[in-house]
């Protein structure tokens, strides 16, 4: 059995397992947190599976590139106009839950955030 079959994140983007969709192109998907922390809280993931920001080299580059290039439209899209927060937690220390490389978007006004935010 391969490593990442148990990996929701794969299962999200093989279709098993529903999400509300924001975006879908031939390398990434975007879709909305479970557990938002903002009023606008999406997830933009790489469709193949790479654990973390620090299992990333070269081949990943483009996929990152897209995806960072995609996070404002989406969040200006979904009405984060006055601005929007991205994180990518990686590893156990860095907050990390789920092993497939995802970029948080978050955005709204800050007063709703379920988040503290600096």
Same mark, same amino acid.
């Given at each position: 059995?391969?490593?990442?079959?148990?990996?929701?994140?794969?299962?999200?983007?093989?279709?098993?397992?529903?999400?509300?969709?924001?975006?879908?192109?031939?390398?990434?998907?975007?879709?909305?947190?479970?557990?938002?922390?903002?009023?606008?809280?999406?997830?933009?993931?790489?469709?193949?599976? #790479?654990?973390? =920001?620090?299992?990333?080299?070269? +081949?990943?580059?483009?996929?990152?590139? /897209?995806?960072? &290039?995609?996070?404002?439209?989406?969040?200006?899209?979904?009405?984060?106009?006055?601005?929007?927060?991205?994180?990518?937690?990686?590893?156990?220390?860095?907050?990390?839950? #789920?092993?497939? =490389?995802?970029?948080?978007?978050? +955005?709204?006004?800050?007063?709703?955030? /379920?988040?503290? &935010?600096?």
């Amino acid at each position: 059995m391969n490593a990442h079959e148990n990996c929701i994140f794969c299962k999200i983007v093989a279709g098993q397992i529903p999400s509300r969709k924001v975006y879908e192109d031939a390398d990434m998907l975007a879709f909305h947190d479970i557990h938002p922390k903002a009023p606008v809280h999406f997830l933009i993931i790489p469709k193949v599976h #790479v654990n973390s =920001l620090a299992d990333c080299g070269p +081949g990943e580059g483009d996929v990152l590139a /897209k995806m960072l &290039l995609k996070a404002p439209q989406l969040a200006q899209e979904l009405g984060c106009g006055n601005g929007f927060r991205t994180v990518i937690n990686t590893g156990p220390d860095g907050g990390q839950e #789920v092993y497939h =490389l995802h970029l948080h978007v978050m +955005g709204g006004p800050r007063t709703e955030w /379920k988040v503290a &935010l600096p």
